[in-house]
């Protein structure tokens, strides 16, 4: 069963930084793009930013200069490093990315594919 655990939330300053990390863990062959979005209850969900198996990454404007996401292939980890912290930064933080698993089915393995996401983490930012 493969699990994505987000960690790193909390409370941040204005202008100041955050660390996120996403760990999946489980049967895992192999990973392609990995993933943070955020929902605020007010606004509809938005990517984050996102990075390839090969480490080319993307950036919603808002965050652009601000954020990096980067990966840790070896420890099939994503992380989210957040500088001069805003207000409208507040959000739910969760990660996904597309995993291709291992299943043992009656002493078959099948191999999927599949997009998973973790439970999220909280990020306020308040003076």
């Known amino acids: 069963q493969v699990q994505l655990v987000e960690s790193g939330g909390g409370l941040g300053q204005p202008g100041g930084s955050l660390r996120l990390s996403c760990a999946a863990t489980?049967?895992?062959?192999?990973?392609?793009?990995m993933g943070w979005y955020r929902q605020d209850p007010e606004k509809q969900r938005e990517l984050v930013a996102s990075?390839?198996?090969?480490?080319?990454?993307r950036y919603t404007d808002a965050v652009k200069g601000r954020f990096t996401i980067s990966r840790d292939n070896a420890k099939n980890t994503v992380i989210l490093q957040m500088n001069s912290l805003q207000p409208r930064d507040t959000a739910l933080y969760c990660c996904?990315?597309?995993?291709?698993?291992?299943?043992?089915?009656?002493?078959?393995?099948?191999?999927?594919?599949?997009?998973?996401w973790g439970h999220g983490t909280q990020v306020t930012v308040s003076s």
């Open positions: 996904n990315a597309d995993v291709t698993a291992c299943r043992n089915v009656d002493g078959v393995f099948h191999f999927d594919t599949s997009l998973y």
């Open positions: 489980g049967s895992i062959l192999s990973i392609g793009d």
């Open positions: 990075v390839t198996s090969d480490g080319t990454t």
